[in-house]
């Protein structure tokens, strides 16, 4: 049966998608949303419920698991896990996020899937790592912002750690994950074998730090907490104006120059506690309060209309409907209707990067529980009988 696509880019490539959650399924949609056969495995409990995940119509949900298809099966039974492995002979990629004990328990981790298809490309997200003191703990994003410095550096001096407002390690580590298996994909076309990309979400958080982890390992510096000022360009961060907030940015003299120009003090960079990049960081306090005694006479729309252009970096600081309502995120076209033959009102966040020839497109709502299922068995080749029988069982 055909289904629609979402793009043609990865449509070569079928996905079995175990995981749950976030950072899983952040990781397949990447895979989805480019044309992949994405056929999301919902989970058939003991009791006869689904896996949990948040309601199936809910906003949460919707974002993640567009452009996929599901089907529902009892791993637990071996009938059932019989019917993965069979799946598993003609699919390419397989993507979990159970912990590294689970997915041995029930018979489906790499080294059982790959005596199956050595040419699958299986895909991991834990907590901590496959392996280690920490493998077994289960991982949930705030823990791996702590763990992995960022809520060291984030909010203002003084007030304590503070956790970045989105689920960063979840949504990091699911991009990872979803990197590594196109890596494996493009080197399966040379040497033929699939192979094991694992990631964590202590992993990304601490690949996130970037900078402020290279200051250390290569300088000793521990980063602190700026709160709105930027590290090392100053002035950077967040000045007040009449009407609100705006970010300003400058980095280098020749901005500074035009800064000091636009918002009406041309003598700022002459005097000798503001000269050098050092001088600045050493005076930031007073200069910033300087600058805000400046900021605070126009709107935040004038300075931002100002500043640009004088050729300094200059933007508003948005709530989440003003950012969608702005006319650039409005041109870019990343709020993306969803088609549904119900009707429903579905308006999702697309993809932050666009492909000339294979663009991808909001193709499939997320599918109910289970609601390909007779489909994509037929499709791997299972018959009416095997399919009626597994579902007497319960299996599917």
Known sequence: MSFPRASQALARFTVLDLTRVRAGPTCVRQLADWGANVIKIDAILEDGGEQ???????????????????????????????????????ADVVVENFRPDVKAKLGIDYESVRKIN???????????????PYHKRPGFDQIAQGMGGLMSITGAPGEGPMRVGIPVADLTAGLFCAMGILTALLEREVSGEGQWVKTSLLQAQVFMLDFQAARWLMDKDVAKQAGNDHPTSIPTGVFKTSDGYINIAT????????????VGAPDLPNRPEYATGPDRSKNRKALNAEINRLTEKKSSETWVKEFNAAGVPCGPIYSIDQMFADAQVEHLGIAQDVPNPEGR?????????TLSRTPSKMAARPPEFGEQTEDILAEFEFTKDEIGKLRQANIV
């Open 251 to 262: 980095t280098g003299g020749r901005i500074w120059q035009r800064f000091a120009e636009a």
């Open 118 to 132: 050595p040419r699958v490309v299986y895909g991991s997200i834990s907590g901590f790592g496959q392996d280690g």
């Open 52 to 90: 949990l995940g948040g309601p199936r119509q809910g906003s949460d949900f919707q974002n993640l698991h567009r452009n996929k298809r599901a089907m529902a099966l009892n791993l637990k039974k071996p009938e059932g896990l019989e019917v993965f492995r069979r799946l598993v002979e003609k």
């Open 345 to 353: 009102h579905i308006r999702l966040v697309g993809q932050p990067f």
